[in-house]
């Protein structure tokens, strides 16, 4: 695994995480949820540092991380932009938010704009489908968007 | 939204501040409690959770008495109880709603729960994308604990119990409980065959009984009102009320409550309001991701949960969401795969391997290369891993594309015959084309077509070279005599 340097003080956070949950490895999603809200993200890095303190192996940490959705291992943008593809958005239209989304953007799901500045992901439901079609830009929450809404979203952050 | 409803689950729901216990109980909150801790015994309290008919509402709708009754039975120096708000269901958030605007009936419930099963620990599982109802509950268990309704000794009765909150991560096959359990163990949230049940050997290898947040919220008001009561809404099989996450085209979306047995019209268009902007009703969805889609010959059968199993579909959730003319079914069908095929875990292959074939089919079809022989193997390939997946993600995995097999038939047709889309969804079907009597030759079009498939003198009608279209819709768009169409 590719080597990111930490510096001191992160590390340190990252093991007092560790300890706050006993070391107890069955606390490890928990200490990935502390340690992806210090870093913005779980690099490979991180992950040896958690698999060493938890005591379990390092194969089972990233199992663990690329299990599921939430967990990411690549950094996100300035303002994470997610696109909601629950139903009831995607039948009112989602896929055509997202489309505008990439071609504005110039940039993939999954995938960081070159300034930084932006990341595009999808998800399945915020639980707000009364405003389908959804978008969140970081913790905001935009509903009803149109393809023709989405350039004035990206122009809110662009500066 | 009001006629047709019953509010149970949700009766506290917008009704009083979350944040204050004392409002919760000033509504009878906490009397659940107080009477099964220091009247019944744990079996007399299963008792009338069984005769009440109270049925899981996270979608599998198993007795909730009986659940309780094997988990008590089992002998263990430790048992746990587990709320599941892991709500993975894309279109379907009242579990979100409960624990938002009333975490303390959850909370209460769960002590219940403890009581007659014989467990001190409780442990909510919830997604770690609902901050806000993390806080509440937070909020709540702090209150609870105040009062001495969590804790040690609660009520004077000598009965301990406290709760923890266990996170998602993001991944729908942690709704199915062996795999949430193991989640919760800070595994990968892969499910094991049952038995043994979680009921037997669950969280640490310990009794652990798993229940929904609705079927919950259900449960003090069962003990305060009496399971006459309860038996009483509903119909023959399938009690009480459920709640709806109504959504789509449809004019009023969010949260109802109706009596089980109300029929999907009411629900629609009775107290939905019916579909927006007058558009014609195709159909409904119910059940996320392993429901099925149901059609107008539906409408009119009672909800509940045999009956929209017998249909086809299935409660779920209880998501729902509406259709109209505008959505194809073959590209639905193909959206609910592509969910599942992401959130397969990858364990046993009918899931794996299955599903992800079942899209590819659907994407060829859609792409406008079926074959007949592709319908049959839809439908065979859908029986096989209905039949042989490990959990109940892979067999129902299959209800979406067999449910549109069956009631909209004829769009697959013409997807596979006719090579067309009626509903203009599925791109590679569509054909944009130029009608020679309204097109004056302005070149407007052709100017704006961005891969240059248009061709026409000036003032003559244009041509779209089919080769070369795109289907961008550029020109469609441009065009100020409404020249162009699609076919």
Redesign the interface.
């Known amino acids: 695994m590719a080597k990111i340097k930490l510096s001191e003080k992160k590390l340190q956070e990252l093991k007092d995480i560790c300890t706050s949950f006993n070391h ?7 200490v ?2 502390k340690a992806q809200g210090l870093f913005g993200y779980l690099p490979a890095e991180v992950q040896e540092i958690i698999a060493k303190e938890l005591n379990v192996s390092v194969a089972h940490v990233y ?2 991380v690329t ?5 990411t291992m690549t950094p996100k943008g300035e303002h994470p932009i997610s696109v909601c ?8 239209g989602a896929d055509k938010v997202l489309e505008e989304f990439k071609r504005i953007l110039n940039i993939q799901v999954g995938e960081t704009s070159a300034d930084g500045k932006f990341s595009l992901s999808c ?8 405003l ?1 079609p959804v978008v969140m830009v970081g913790e905001k929450v935009y509903g009803r968007v149109s393809p023709d809404g989405v350039k004035d979203i990206v122009a809110e952050y662009r500066n | 939204m009001a006629k047709k409803q019953l509010r149970i689950a949700l009766r506290n729901c917008g009704v009083i501040d979350p944040e204050r216990i004392e409002e919760y109980i000033e509504r009878d909150g906490y009397l659940a409690l107080g009477k099964v801790l220091t009247e019944l015994s744990p079996e007399a309290a299963i008792e009338i959770i069984k005769k009440s008919g109270l049925r899981g509402r996270g979608g599998g709708g198993f007795s909730t008495g009986l659940k309780w009754d094997i988990t008590r039975r089992v002998k263990a120096d430790q048992k746990y109880v587990v709320c599941n708000a892991d ?7 009242m579990d ?2 409960v624990l938002e605007g009333d975490p303390h009936s959850v909370i209460e419930a769960m002590a219940i729960n403890g009581y007659c099963t014989g467990a001190s620990k409780g442990l909510v599982y919830i997604r ?3 901050p806000l109802a993390i806080e509440r509950l937070k909020i709540a268990m702090k209150q609870a604990s105040e009062w001495g309704f969590l804790g040690t000794n609660i009520l004077g009765t000598g009965f301990n119990f406290e709760i923890e909150i ?7 096959v942690c709704g199915e409980e062996t795999a949430l359990i193991h ?7 892969e499910p094991t065959v049952k038995p043994p049940f979680p009921s037997e050997s669950g969280y ?1 290898e310990k009794p652990t009984n798993v229940n929904n947040v609705e079927t919950y919220a259900n449960v003090p008001v069962i003990i305060n009102k009496g399971w006459e009561w309860f038996a009483g809404i509903g119909t023959e099989k399938s009690k009480g009320t459920k709640v709806f ?1 109504l ?3 449809i004019n009023k ?2 949260l109802i409550e109706v009596p089980m047995g109300t029929t999907l019209r009411e629900v629609i268009f009775e107290i939905g309001g019916g579909l927006q902007d007058g558009a014609t009703f195709k159909a409904v ?1 119910t059940g ?1 991701p392993s429901g099925g889609c149901l059609m107008e010959k539906h409408l009119d059968i009672p909800i509940d949960y045999d009956n929209l199993i017998a249909a086809g579909s299935m409660m779920g959730s209880g ?1 729902m ?1 509406v ?1 109209d003319d505008a ?1 194809c079914m073959v590209s ?1 069908a193909k ?2 795969l592509e ?1 599942t095929v992401e959130e397969s ?1 990858g364990k046993c292959s009918p899931c794996r391997i299955g599903n992800k074939r079942l899209f590819e089919l659907l994407e060829k079809i859609t792409g406008g290369n079926g074959t007949p022989e592709d319908l049959d193997k839809l439908r065979n390939l859908s029986h096989v891993i209905k039949d042989t997946s490990l959990c109940g993600l892979g067999q129902t995995s299959p209800n979406p594309v067999l449910s549109t097999l069956e009631n909209f038939y004829e769009e697959y047709r013409e997807h596979v015959f006719d090579k067309k889309c009626r509903s203009s969804v599925c791109k590679s079907l569509m054909m944009y084309i130029i009608d020679a009597e309204k097109c004056i030759g302005c070149t407007l079009c052709a100017r704006n077509c961005p891969v240059n498939a248009i061709t026409g003198e000036r003032k003559l009608a244009h041509y779209i070279d089919p080769e070369k279209c795109i289907k961008c819709g550029a020109c469609m768009e441009k065009c100020k005599f409404g020249a162009i169409f699609i076919n």
């Open positions: 107890e490895k069955g606390e490890l999603i928990n990935l949820h199992g663990v299990f599921y959705s939430f967990f593809l629950g139903t009831a958005c995607y039948v009112r998800l399945r439901c915020v639980g707000a489908c009364g389908a | 709500e993975g269901d894309p279109g379907a958030f979100r709603s770690a994308e609902y266990r996170y998602g991560a993001g991944a729908f989640s919760m163990e800070g595994l990968r949230g640490l996450a959504a789509g085209k979306v969010g969805q996320g998501g969401i259709m959505n639905i959206f609910y969910f875990c």
